[in-house]
């Protein structure tokens, strides 16, 4: 199988041979809607397709945002939707000189002398919360006898609570294919459409500035009102409109209350450049979307760990509606702001990885387009650092701009992400087309790894840095060299790349292959591996943050590995990290390990550790911390992980799990 020789491997073809019946997947998934009963600041609920999320309180809109805005706030976001501030400073960011093996290169990694500059390039653009929409309800002490589930088979988030004495039922969903979401009430309650001021916080929005954006009224009707809105040189449309009696009203400079006529009240409100469609045609959209989504892919039956069955389903739901876009995902996806909403594009693979090994490709290969388009960038960035091919930032916007960062531009372990996504793409459509599509991004990543190889003539063997920051980041970059993941990483990446080529109808290219041949060992001491070569104290003063040397051995294939000296570097991390203070995809990761050496204790273990980082909340997400009230390549890998430990029949034998690749 592919995972025997390579990335992860398909689950579905083994899943196939492992169920006795068809799976009852409703069920399987309905069982797992996410249910309220009060307000619950922390863990609001989601609808979206990828491209687009809406995020609402128990009312089913975002009608008491100030709830929220400190725990995990309500946003109206999309892949498209953007600010940039004005007034970027003058000038151009100095960058700070490494020694690399006797050549200075630059990184933009001090603040010193242009911290303004440097303040103002991290900062823009930020995502942007495209407007509020929420119930004319002054207090949330209002609102009583909530009952709130979110259906995950049909996409219907359905919200009931008594107001004034009635008894209130709100439908919300989106549209799979639009920018838009639909909702019914019934309940003769106004609804307020306001819209803020862009801004790099969590709740990507900025009340207090009515003067520093506009909202005009493009044109009306008696059922409908369009918006341009302007901020700075940014601009998207609003389109509302409206299936039943009710009366639109202006209320202020960016605010609209829509009064119904009666006791029900439908309407859509879309976004940027989505035309409105029915309230029932886009019902209807979302029930046979979703419905469609549970039965094509694999699934699996974990009933014998609820917990574990139920963080399963919800992360193909979550994982679906914010990281299947036209762009790599923020860490927060389209819910909120996380580094003012950049993306992470060493994040990228624990994102969506997971899409094609679970049967869904085609949700992967939105996003990873997005590379052929900043592919200029990338070489150019490349060949101003003296390499070769093309080197992909760290932290990022749609522009492929690399923020700077004291850590960030020394990262090289996104480097060879594109080559492992695309690889997984080839996996599920091994054909011409997808050789064609990702050519480029896989032979021009390989390129830059080769070059940034560097030939140690004296004892014969490729290094990796310095100056280098590894997936663990506490590492100062002018003392790191050869850290275990990147090796391991280095070796496999070069090595499906030449698969690539002969695939193509290339020749092997020489310098892989040798790179590959020479690259230096996976460093170790004491009979366990290190972070890098130069960190005898990988397990005293650096055992926090990422424990990435276990990655050399289950994201990957391990093909430098030693699988005695990974189990005790397994069992030294079990015993001595500072669990507190690792990431959510690190329990994953740690799985993978476990399960990849047989010891599937361990596995489950490592993915229900009872410690902060992973912290799953009642809507499915990983909560890592106050101002990281999400994570979602905790989700994808955990999805990683599950197909992982499916493959490898690492689960408790006990368990009785039962799993298949498509709906009979």
């Known amino acids: 199988m592919i995972a025997r020789r390579g990335f992860l491997g398909s689950i579905p073809a083994l899943l196939a041979a492992r169920t006795a019946g068809a799976l009852n997947r409703r069920d399987l998934v309905s069982r797992h809607s996410p249910t309220l009963s009060t307000f619950d600041p922390r863990s609001p609920l989601s609808v979206g397709n990828g491209e687009f999320a809406f995020t609402a309180d128990v009312t089913g809109l975002q009608s008491f945002p100030g709830l929220y805005d400190a725990h995990m706030p309500l946003c109206t976001q999309a892949q498209w939707g953007w600010h940039t501030s004005p007034g970027r400073p003058a000038g151009e960011l100095h960058l700070t000189p490494f020694d690399t093996h006797g050549r200075q290169v630059g990184y933009p990694t001090s603040s010193t002398g242009q911290k303004e500059l440097f303040d103002w390039l991290r900062e823009n653009p930020h995502r942007l919360h495209l407007g509020r929409i929420g119930f004319a309800i002054e207090h949330a002490t209002a609102v009583s006898e909530i009952r709130q589930t979110l259906d995950l088979w049909t996409g219907v988030l359905h919200s009931e609570f008594t107001f004034a004495g009635r008894r209130v039922a709100v439908d919300t969903c989106c549209h799979p294919e639009r920018d838009l979401i639909a909702v019914t009430v019934r309940g003769a309650i106004p609804v307020v459409f306001e819209f803020p001021y862009g801004s790099p916080e969590m709740n990507a929005a900025d009340w207090t500035h009515p003067e520093k954006h506009e909202t005009r009224e493009q044109a009306s009707g008696p059922d409908r009102l369009e918006l341009a809105r302007r901020l700075d040189a940014d601009s998207y449309a609003v389109r509302i409109a409206w299936q039943t009696a ?5 209320a202020g400079p960016h605010r609209f209350v829509l009064t119904p006529s009666h006791d029900r009240l439908q309407f859509v409100c879309a976004f940027g450049k989505a035309q409105p469609v029915s309230a029932a045609e886009t019902f209807t959209a979302s029930r046979r979307h979703w419905e469609r989504f549970w039965t094509t892919g694999a699934a699996i039956d974990l009933s014998a760990n609820p917990e574990l069955a139920r963080r399963v389903v919800l992360s193909q739901y979550l994982t679906a509606i914010q990281c299947a876009g036209s762009l790599p995902p923020q860490e927060t996806g389209l819910t909120c702001n996380s580094w003012y909403g950049k993306f992470h594009l060493e994040m990228h693979y624990w994102h969506a990885a997971h899409f094609p090994v679970w049967g869904r490709a085609p949700l992967l290969e939105r996003s990873l387009d997005w590379y052929r388009r900043i592919l200029p960038s990338a070489r150019e960035k490349a060949r101003s ?12 916007a749609p522009d492929g701009r690399d923020s700077p960062s004291p850590i960030g531009p020394l990262l090289i372990w996104q480097q060879p992400h594109p080559i492992a996504m695309a690889e997984l793409c080839y996996q599920a459509h091994p054909n011409r087309e997808t050789l064609e599509r990702y050519r480029d991004l896989v032979l021009e990543s390989a390129e830059f790894m080769a070059s940034y190889a560097w030939l ?184 990683l992980a599950v197909a992982h430990m499916a493959q490898r029949n690492a689960f408790p034998e006990n368990w009785q799990i039962r799993w298949e690749s498509q709906s009979r």
């Open 246 to 250: 009710a009366k639109m009203k202006r």
């Open 385 to 396: 650092q003296g390499y070769t091919g093309a080197r992909w930032p760290k932290m990022t």
């Open 456 to 639: 140690d003539s004296q004892r014969g063997r490729y290094v990796l840095g310095p100056p280098v920051i590894p997936a663990q980041e506490n590492h100062p970059p002018r003392e790191t060299w050869n850290p275990a993941f990147e090796l391991e990483y280095w070796r496999h990446a070069l090595g499906v790349a030449q698969q690539w080529r002969e695939r193509l109808g290339m020749a092997r290219h020489p310098q892989w292959d040798d790179i590959r041949a020479r690259l230096s060992p996976l460093p170790v001491k004491d009979g366990v591996y290190l972070a890098h070569e130069n960190c005898p104290q990988t397990f005293t003063g650096r055992n926090r943050d990422h424990p990435s040397m276990l990655g050399a051995l289950g994201v990957l294939p391990g093909s430098l590995v030693d699988r005695e000296t990974m189990r005790r570097t397994l069992r030294q991390v079990f015993a001595g990290w500072k669990w507190e203070d690792t990431w959510g995809w690190d329990f994953p990761m740690v799985a993978m390990t476990a399960a990849s050496l047989g010891e599937p204790a361990l596995a489950v273990q490592a993915l229900l550790m009872p410690t902060p980082k992973n912290t799953w909340l009642p809507n499915g997400h990983n909560w890592q911390r106050a101002n990281l009230p999400l994570y979602l390549p905790g989700n994808g890998g955990l999805l």
